[in-house]
């Protein structure tokens, strides 16, 4: 099975960035990025196909937020930059095995990490 590994996150004050990292330890197609804060629903953030031909962003962080991936390295990046308090969540990478499609409904994600911890203050 497939097995993902968060790592990057951190403390930052608004404005400033942080890069994300997640290390799959096999055969990914679609690869993305969701977050949740305390009390609120997971929310997906990203998510790019396995070339990376094709991505997709959220509104929240459309302009901010930078997904790529490097299949020789099997890792998948998001840089965050601009931060905003409302950045702060816990920060999920998720991957899907099967190929069925690319794009931020959580259900065609088979794959999920444990999550890294984003803190933004003001």
């Known amino acids: 099975q497939v097995q993902l590994v968060e790592s990057g996150g951190g403390s930052v004050q608004a404005g400033g960035s942080l890069r994300l990292s997640c290390t799959a330890s096999?055969?990914?197609?679609?690869m993305g990025w969701f977050r949740q804060a305390p009390g609120k629903e997971r929310e997906g953030i990203s998510c790019?196909?396995?070339?990376?031909?094709?991505?997709y962003y959220a509104d929240s962080v459309k302009g901010r937020f930078t997904i790529s991936r490097d299949n020789a390295k099997n890792t998948l990046y998001l840089q965050m930059n601009s931060l905003k308090p409302e950045d702060t969540a816990m920060y999920y990478c998720?991957?899907?095995?099967?190929?069925?499609?690319?794009?931020?409904?959580?259900?065609?994600?088979?794959?999920w990490g444990q999550g890294t911890q984003v803190t933004v203050s003001s």
């Open positions: 096999g055969y990914t197609y679609c």
């Open positions: 790019i196909s396995r070339r990376g031909f094709t991505t």
């Open positions: 998720a991957a899907d095995s099967i190929g069925a499609g690319c794009d931020l409904d959580n259900q065609h994600f088979g794959y």
